[in-house]
């Protein structure tokens, strides 16, 4: 089992940036992938970023260079990095992790961005 509390969202103005954090905890030794999905009101959840155990990364095409994920190894977290903001990110981010093809949420938090 992982369990994963992610911080950071809030509200902020249209090219403004934020950074997300997600802790993991429990059986994380055998972590595949980490990463950050977002679900907006009336749409699916849909993949952000994620960042493979090799290094290797997969970003959506609508934040290709503005949002970049990282991991600190030594703090068991990974953060989402979120530059010139646009409205359209408003959502809930979704932490992720990716243990032997097993899917593990935390809770969600909160982005909003005002035009």
């Known amino acids: 089992q992982v369990q994963l509390v992610e911080s950071g969202g809030g509200l902020v103005q249209a090219g403004g940036s934020l950074r997300l954090s997600c802790a993991a905890s429990g059986s994380i030794f055998r972590i595949d992938a980490m990463g950050w999905y977002r679900q907006a009101p009336g749409k699916q959840r849909e993949l952000v970023a994620r960042?493979?155990?090799?290094?290797?990364?997969n970003y959506a095409d609508s934040v290709k260079g503005r949002f970049s994920i990282s991991r600190d190894h030594a703090k068991n977290t990974v953060y989402l990095q979120m530059n010139s903001l646009k409205p359209e990110d408003t959502a809930v981010y979704y932490c992720?992790?990716?243990?032997?093809?097993?899917?593990?949420w935390g809770q969600g938090t909160q982005v909003t961005v005002s035009s």
């Open positions: 960042l493979w155990g090799a290094g290797s990364t």
């Open positions: 992720n992790a990716l243990q032997s093809w097993v899917d593990y």
